[in-house]
C-alpha cells in the first residue's frame, strides 16, 4: 500500500529526532516524602525545577526536548503513578500499527479497523514499522498530534513503553499478540489452537498419516498454537509426531516453498501438509508442481486465514477461515470503550474459526476431491 491510498502512514526515523534543548539543567528525581499531594504537571515541575511547558511536551511527545530531560521526566511519571486526565479535545482519531503491510493479512485487517472507526465517525491512521525504524519515533509523532488509542498488530511493548500509554491516559488493544500481552492489556486473536486441530484432525479422518507442518515464526502466540493444535489432532488419533515432518516457517510464500521442497525429498514424504499460513500454502504448491505432484491427487494442502485469493487459486485452497475483519472490529470497539478517560476494559478476546474446504485436499491416493463449500 502507499501514501495515496490514504491508508499506508510510514515514519522517518529522521521524522521526531529530539532537538537539543538549552534550559536550566534539570536537578534529580525528587525523593517523595510519605504525603499523599495530588501528581499534577505542575508538582513535577518544581520538583524538578523544570518549567511545567516542558513537562508538558514531555507528556504529549514535542520533539524540542533534549533526551536527558525527556528521560527524567519520564522517570519520574512513571514511579509516582501519574495518569493524564481525559480531554475532550481528542481528535476523531484511532492509530493501528502493523510491524509490516506486506501481508493480504494486513489488508483484512485495514479493512475491518477502518469500517468500524468509520461506523463511530471515526478515522484510522495506518503506521507500519521496518526493522530500522526508532520505536521511538511513532510514539513521539502519535502522542504529539493526538489520538483516541492505539491497536497494535503483532506487535510487543515493552513495560516501559505500554506504562508510557498509560501516563498519556492512550488505551491500547493488541490483535495477535506475540506474546502473552498481561492482565492490564487487552488482546483480540482467533481460535488458532482448535483451528490447527480441525485442520489436522481432517486430514487424519480423510485416511491421512504422513501429515507434514509448515509453522510461522515460532515467537509468535498464534504460530505455536496452531502447532499444538496439530499435535494434539495426532495424539488423539493415536499417531505419533514425527519431528521430520514438523518444518520451520514464518508464514510467507517463500518459506512454505523451500520448506515443501525438504519434506518431498524425505525417504517417506507426506501425502498432506498442513501450512500455518495461506501464504505459505502458496509457496506449496508452487513446489509440488515443480515436484510433478497433483494437488489433491498425490499431495493434499490446507492452509490457514481464509485470505480472498485461497478461493481463487487451483486447486481452490482447503483452509482455517479465521475472521479477520471483525478481529479488526473488535479491537476497535474495545478500544473506544476506554477512550473516553474511563479506565478500558481489560479482556481478552478469541473469535472461532472455521474449516472451510475446497478442492487442495482429498484422501490419499484419490483420483477426484470431495469439495463441500462451507465451514465444517
Not at 493444535?229 to 515432518?245: F, I, T
Not at 512454505?256 to 506449496?284: C, H, M, W
Request: with cysteine; aromatic share 4%; charged share 25%.
Amino acid at each position: 500500500m502507499t501514501g495515496r491510498d490514504g491508508y499506508a502512514h510510514k515514519m522517518s526515523s529522521n521524522g521526531a529526532r529530539a532537538a537539543s534543548q538549552a534550559v536550566q539543567v534539570p536537578r534529580p528525581a525528587p525523593q517523595h516524602d510519605g504525603a499523599r499531594r495530588p501528581v499534577t504537571i505542575a508538582r513535577i515541575a518544581e520538583e524538578t525545577g523544570l518549567s511545567t511547558a516542558t513537562v508538558s511536551k514531555v507528556l504529549n511527545g514535542k520533539p524540542d526536548v533534549s533526551p536527558r530531560t525527556r528521560k527524567l521526566v519520564q522517570d519520574i511519571l512513571l514511579s509516582s503513578g501519574y495518569r493524564k486526565r481525559g480531554s475532550g479535545d481528542a481528535p476523531p482519531l484511532i492509530d493501528v500499527v502493523f510491524n509490516d503491510f506486506d501481508s493480504p493479512w494486513a489488508i483484512e485487517i485495514v479493512r475491518g479497523a477502518a469500517a468500524a472507526a468509520q461506523a463511530h465517525g471515526l478515522t484510522v491512521a495506518f503506521t507500519a514499522l521496518s526493522e530500522g525504524d526508532e520505536r521511538r519515533v511513532w510514539f513521539d509523532h502519535i502522542t504529539s498530534r493526538g489520538t483516541r488509542g492505539i491497536i497494535l498488530l503483532l506487535s510487543q511493548l515493552s513495560e516501559r513503553q505500554r506504562g508510557e500509554l498509560a501516563v498519556r491516559g492512550l488505551p491500547i488493544v493488541v490483535i495477535d499478540p506475540t506474546a502473552e500481552p498481561g492482565p492490564e492489556v487487552s488482546s483480540v486473536g482467533a481460535t488458532n489452537w482448535a483451528g490447527g486441530l480441525a485442520a489436522t484432525k481432517y486430514l487424519v479422518d480423510m485416511g491421512h498419516r504422513q501429515i507434514g507442518i509448515i509453522t510461522g515464526p515460532p515467537e509468535l502466540l498464534c504460530s505455536r498454537a496452531r502447532l499444538d493444535g496439530y499435535r494434539a489432532a495426532l495424539e488423539r488419533a493415536g499417531l505419533s509426531v514425527n519431528d521430520q515432518l514438523v518444518r520451520p516457517g514464518d508464514f510467507r510464500v517463500k518459506a512454505g516453498y523451500e520448506q515443501a521442497k525438504v519434506l518431498f525429498n524425505l525417504r517417506k514424504r507426506p501425502t498432506a501438509i498442513f501450512a500455518g499460513s495461506d501464504l505459505s500454502a502458496l509457496g506449496v504448491l508452487r513446489a509440488a508442481r515443480e515436484a510433478g505432484l497433483r494437488v489433491p491427487e498425490d499431495l493434499s494442502v490446507v492452509g490457514f486465514d481464509d485470505i480472498p485469493l485461497a478461493a481463487w487459486i487451483t486447486p481452490a485452497l482447503t483452509t482455517v477461515r479465521q475472521p479477520l475483519t471483525e478481529m479488526a472490529a473488535v479491537a476497535v470497539r474495545t478500544l473506544l470503550e476506554g477512550a473516553e478517560g474511563g479506565e478500558p476494559p481489560r479482556r481478552r478476546v478469541e473469535l472461532a474459526t472455521d474449516l472451510i474446504v475446497r478442492e487442495s485436499t482429498a484422501p490419499p491416493g484419490a483420483t477426484s476431491p470431495v469439495v463441500p463449500e462451507e465451514p465444517l
